[in-house]
Nanobody, 118 residues
Framework: QVHLVESGGGLVQPGGSLRLSCAAS????????LGWYRQAPGKQRELVAK???????IYADSVKGRFTISRDNAVRALYLQMNALKPEDAAVYYCTIFSPVTMDPSDWGQGTQVTVSS
């Protein structure tokens, strides 16, 4: 059974930084494409960034140049470094793995809240 646990969210001022982490278990971590989604109140969940097993990364246009996704297969962890945070980045951030068959998100963590406010 896949288990994903996010951490690192919190309150930060505009322009500040946060680093999210996701600890994974119950799967062959290094073989999967992984990603971060976010969902703000009243909005649909949206892809923030994804990283393939080979390290190729894809970012939403809204976060390019500010966010960096990375993974450490040795410790089964996924990260999202978020810099220059804006109020519109506030959301619940979710870690996910992508099914190698459908390439859709197949499992989710419980989410971690990011609040950007002065």
């Amino acid at each position: 059974q896949v288990h994903l646990v996010e951490s690192g969210g919190g309150l930060v001022q505009p322009g500040g930084s946060l680093r999210l982490s996701c600890a994974a278990s119950g799967m062959a971590f290094g073989l999967y494409t992984l990603g971060w989604y976010r969902q703000a109140p009243g909005k649909q969940r949206e892809l923030v960034a994804k990283i393939t097993s080979g390290g190729t990364t894809i970012y939403a246009d809204s976060v390019k140049g500010r966010f960096t996704i990375s993974r450490d297969n040795a410790v089964r962890a996924l990260y999202l470094q978020m810099n220059a945070l804006k109020p519109e980045d506030a959301a619940v951030y979710y870690c996910t793995i992508f099914s190698p068959v459908t390439m859709d998100p197949s499992d989710w963590g419980q989410g971690t809240q990011v609040t950007v406010s002065s």
